[in-house]
């Protein structure tokens, strides 16, 4: 009795395939009637006991219709066409209750194209371009000037979207106003001509005052605030509505403010890579006037996987410059795109790949890139290396440019002599923070620091004539090599000299300054600075400290 039930109430079989081969001549729903007599069923009886077979049917029951495109539905036959738009062809504006409209992907009864001329949803199907290319703009939206696929489009994409076709809603109103001018009417101005003629009653001035003015302040207005919006969202939807603002306004307005922004994206947004790709394939086919023809490959920026941009950060190439096809070339970016990728390192404390990238990149903005190789030294001491770090700030990073010590400031030259005292440096990302300080190397001796910070001192003339460089000197020397957590030096306690000594450089110091006045060279006295007249009361002796300071006196 049960096999007979289950006969009874076996209709058919309903098999989904997502397989558009055209096997399946593009049907996603395939129905099998098991009613079918003697042939089929030994057919099916011998496909159960085929070892090969990749399908095996255990039992029927009645078919239950899933949702479908409506070109597959097998309730009502479907007509295709590559691109017929005016009314339904045959049959294809039939629809079940699970039929579904290709191009708005809701119900086909929601749809409300499903039978417009000129539109006429029911007539879409997969297998034609033109409608694919109308479901991508559906789905898409503004998204599909970009070329991208449906499964690159997330959340982000689509808010970037979402804002780009409002601006562009409202940017093609004011550009209107903008072209459309607004006529000045006529005022009771005095009137300069000869003859004079009574206010109002000239006809040349009352021209004049009838000209149309054309103001371009509302179009800039509504551009920034969208631009100062953008910097503010997520990186893909800002990438959308900056290139998407470049579109729209490449003919009327100069895109150097968005692709510097567009420029910076690049390098600090980890964008994948197909996304990476079209943004820069979008941004080349944009159609811009002559005046910004350079413009037009300002987006082809490095990637960091690039050979010689990796070599230059690993240290394998230290000028920046490879032989090609032998043709030399050349690590040469614009100064936004430098400046973003030393930030980047700097965010990830890549210290040492900062300072190869920046002795061995070029640039065009010459001032820009040496303010930024200004920073070398710091970087050196961040990594622990400062007798590199005092070298680079004597010696300058290529021929065409001076020395950093030149362009010192007294802070700054204060913040140096602390660093190569103590062998620690601020935690922050610049040498002027107020953060803790950590220690990170082995401080220089204080013969070579008296030698550096004198050399310091008249490479910079400015920094020479300022009386607190000098404390800051002496100040550091007399300090302790150990350094609070606050920045702060520890003085050192030293005993009091003895009477004699002090006596003696209270009778040596007048002639000293008069020495000093008439501009001659100037010889301590040996007496009173000899070891033996201080060593007797504890004071510590340095003989090469002693030295040096002789020899640059």
């Known amino acids: 009795m049960g096999t007979s039930k ?57 078919a239950k219709v899933m949702p479908h495109a409506r070109y597959d539905c097998t309730m009502h036959p479907f007509e295709r066409m590559e691109s017929d738009t005016c009314s339904p062809l045959g ?84 550009y209107n106003k903008y072209l459309t001018g607004k006529r000045i009417p006529p005022t009771q101005h005095e009137c300069f001509c000869l003859p004079k003629w009574p206010p109002g009653q000239c006809n040349i001035c009352r021209s004049r005052n009838m000209e149309v003015v054309y103001r371009y302040s509302g179009v800039f207005a509504l551009v920034t605030r969208f631009l100062n919006q953008a910097e503010r969202e997520s990186p893909k939807a800002a990438a959308v509505m900056f290139l998407g603002a470049a579109k729209e306004i490449a003919l009327h307005k100069d895109p150097a403010l968005i692709t510097t922004q567009l420029q910076r994206m690049l390098v600090l947004c980890d964008f994948p890579k197909n996304l990476y790709e079209k943004f820069i394939h979008f941004f080349q086919s944009i159609s811009l006037p002559c005046h910004c023809f350079g413009f037009s490959n300002s987006l082809n920026v490095v990637p960091w996987d690039h050979v010689l941009l990796t070599t230059v950060l690993k240290g394998q190439n230290i000028t920046g410059q490879r032989t090609q096809k032998g043709r030399k070339v050349f690590l040469w970016e614009t100064l936004p795109v430098i400046e973003a990728r030393v930030e980047k390192l700097v965010d990830k404390e890549n210290y040492k790949e900062v300072v190869r990238y920046l002795r061995a990149v070029k640039c065009d903005d010459t001032k820009g890139l040496r303010d930024l190789r200004d920073k070398i030294p710091f970087y050196l001491c961040k990594t622990g290396d400062f007798p590199d770090a005092a070298h680079s700030l004597l010696f300058p990073s290529n021929s065409f440019a001076c020395c950093t010590a030149c362009r010192l ?101 007048g002639g000293l300054l008069e020495e000093l006045k008439a501009k001659i060279n100037v010889s301590l006295p040996p007496a009173i600075f000899s070891p033996h007249v201080i060593a007797p009361r504890g004071l510590s002796y340095s003989r090469s400290a002693s030295s040096t300071t002789d020899a640059f006196l």
């Not at 050192?492 to 009477?499: G, I």
């Open 409 to 509: 400031m007294p802070l700054q030259f204060e913040v140096y002599l602390k660093m190569f005292k103590t062998g620690s440096v601020p935690t922050g990302k610049d040498m002027l923070d107020s953060g803790p300080w950590v220690t990170v190397g082995s401080p220089l001796k204080d013969g070579v620091l008296i030698k550096q910070a004198l050399k310091l001192l008249y490479s910079n003339m400015s920094l020479y004539r300022n009386p607190k460089c000098w404390s800051s000197l002496i100040m550091t020397l007399g300090s302790s090599n150990l350094l609070e957590k606050s920045g702060h030096l520890h003085p050192l306690s030293l005993k009091e000299p003895p009477l004699e000594f002090q006596k003696g450089v209270l009778a040596a110091s």
């Open 6 to 62: 289950r006969e009874e109430e076996e209709q058919s079989i309903i098999l989904i395939s997502d397989d558009e081969a055209e096997s399946t001549a593009g049907n996603s729903v395939l129905l099998v009637d098991p009613l079918e007599e003697s042939a089929l069923e030994e057919q099916k009886s011998e496909e159960v006991v085929d070892e090969e077979c990749e399908l095996v049917v255990t039992f029927c029951k009645q």
């Open 91 to 174: 049959k294809n504006a039939d629809i079940c209750n699970q039929c579904y409209c290709y191009i708005c992907d809701k119900l086909a009864s929601e749809c409300q194209n499903w039978t417009t001329p000129s539109l006429c949803h029911c007539n879409a199907h997969n297998k034609s371009k033109f409608w694919k290319e109308q479901r991508d703009f559906a789905l898409a939206g503004v998204l599909v000037m970009f070329n991208l696929e449906l499964t690159d489009i997330d959340a982000d994409l689509r808010h970037g979207g979402s804002l780009l076709i409002k601006f562009i809603q409202e940017l093609s109103l004011e």
